[in-house]
């Protein structure tokens, strides 16, 4: 079956622009994650949502990061006023379910430029 | 969570087996090691994982120590597709378990 997609694959984006990056999970899995992996580094977790709500935005890095899901389905990630720190690979899974019971399946990614 | 400690990069050539080292001295009794593996302009996938005795799939084999300080990770017959960032953590069954965290990871370079 299809497994998680994100889009666009590559951003390019001046410093202070917004940007939105898209991510489609598998087909009924209830959670969803978002994660950054900036060059060399390892994961940075951002954000988790169960159905449509996100119990835990601890990651997300400041007041310029958001992201939303609707349908239970896609979910979008927000970077407001885009600055060069930014600039990442964003990484989106989704999992049947919360919990370390529940394998995470990562799609590829969006490479993220900021110029 | 535990942390843990891997080699920063490790060469294979092609058919052999790839044993791959994790440290996790700090390892507490309800903590589980977990394997993923990261190929260039990829998402992370999973690989195995384990509690305190040995595991195998058909990916890999999983080795933890009877004391659970370390472990390591078998490729039985690596492949040059199995180059990639192997990364082992270490995942506590409660509180925000879902979160994956990852360090630096060992680069595998499987030779022809």
Known sequence: ?115 | DAKTTQPPSMDCAEGRAANLPCNHSTISGNEYVYWYRQIHSQGPQYIIHGLKNNETNEMASLIITEDRKSSTLILPHATLRDTAVYYCIVRADRGSNYKLTFGKGTLLTVNP
């Open chain 1, 1 to 115: 079956g299809a497994g998680v997609s994100q889009s666009p694959s590559n951003k390019v984006t001046e410093k202070g622009k917004d940007v939105e990056l898209r991510c489609d999970p598998i087909s009924g899995h209830t959670a969803l994650y978002w994660y950054r992996q900036r060059l060399g580094q390892g994961l940075e977790f951002l954000i988790y949502f169960q159905g449509n709500s996100a119990p835990d935005k601890s990651g997300l890095p400041s007041d310029r990061f958001s992201a939303e899901r609707t349908g239970e389905s896609v979910s979008t990630l927000t970077i407001q006023r885009t600055q060069q720190e930014d600039s990442a690979v964003y990484l989106c899974a989704s999992s049947l379910a919360g919990g370390i019971n529940y394998e995470q399946y990562f799609g590829p990614g969006t490479r993220l430029t900021v110029t």
